[in-house]
């Protein structure tokens, strides 16, 4: 299926880096902003090639769910895996802190389905991976190469691949709330190393209007957050809270994309264009690439 190129035509300065792992366990807790329930989420050192697998423990017999894009499954506003009759929701934060700081190979084990919010952004997750410490191990990273532009969505919202700089993976986002709101109209562009996500994605949190904000509290869902676990902006600004970027609001919408291609299993070099794109999109345009995608390294499709 994949378009196999000559090895002579891949970019000469690409050398694929070696997979890593945790080098000990670490641990987040708090309470799903949807659900509202405490959890306990545990990532622990996993072998080369074996992926971001969660395991839900709670359940009577431990449930693993690889963390790929064929397991995903449409919820509104979150990401939802699910496999082996079990799910875990709201991932995508861990995702990216995962994805974003090179962690290839990690079991996530979790003793609810929702994993907690904490402060809306990856920072808690990005500190305690960084706290654990990351080792290198004996096998090279897979590697999609984007060789053509791919492009899903229609005019409202879009996201798009196209080849990049040799060896890397840098993304551009457009977010557009409409001059009128306070959210307005930002963009960000920013190549993509664990260093720049680190600094530049991690801290920044998740967000929502008032009205959604409103609409969610009547249907009974988010009533245990509060304004200072994410940022809900009134005409004003954030009520009751400060920002950390002026432009907090795009970082996060980078981040979640960096959660949402996570899900390929495999490092993607290429340049992502994506303008008000959300979860679903972005996920569409991982299963693409991986269906046509130029893709090095041994990488298997049975995954
Ligand atoms: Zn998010």
């Known amino acids: 299926m994949f378009k196999r190129l000559k090895d002579d035509s891949r970019p000469s300065l690409h050398v694929p880096r070696q ?41 009577p017999k431990p449930v693993k769910i690889k963390a790929v894009v064929a397991h995903r499954v449409e919820t509104p506003r979150r990401t939802t895996l699910r496999a082996a009759g079990a799910s875990v929701e709201m991932v995508e934060h861990i995702m990216a802190a995962l994805g974003g700081m090179h962690v290839d190979n990690c079991e996530v084990w979790v003793n609810a389905a929702e994993m907690p919010g904490c402060d809306g952004s990856s920072l808690p997750f990005v500190e305690a991976l960084a706290a654990a410490g990351f080792v290198e191990q004996k096998a090279a990273r897979p590697t999609l190469f984007v060789r053509e532009v791919t492009r899903l969505g229609n005019e409202e919202s879009w996201v798009e691949a196209r080849p990049g700089a040799a060896g890397a993976l840098s993304v551009k986002f457009h977010l557009d709330y409409g001059s009128e709101t306070a959210i307005g109209r930002q963009t960000l562009t920013l190549p993509v190393t664990p260093d720049s996500f680190r600094r530049e994605l991690a801290p920044a949190r998740t967000f929502m209007l008032k009205s959604e904000a409103d609409w969610l509290l009547a249907q009974g869902l988010g009533t245990r957050a509060t304004l200072k676990d994410l940022l809900v902006f009134d005409a004003d600004g954030p009520i009751d809270n400060e920002l950390r970027f002026r432009d907090e609001c795009v970082r996060h919408k980078t981040l979640d994309l960096i959660g949402d291609l996570a899900l390929a299993g495999c490092d993607l070099v290429g340049h992502f264009v994506a303008f008000r794109s959300g979860h679903r999109l972005n996920a569409e345009l991982v299963r693409v690439l991986l269906t046509e995608g130029d893709m090095a390294g041994g990488w298997k499709r049975s995954a």
């Open 19 to 59: 997979q890593r792992t945790l080098a000990k366990t670490a641990s987040v807790e708090g309470f799903g902003y949807w659900s509202g329930k405490d959890v306990r989420v545990e990532f622990r050192p996993a072998p080369a090639d074996s992926g971001v697998v969660f395991v839900r423990e709670d359940l």
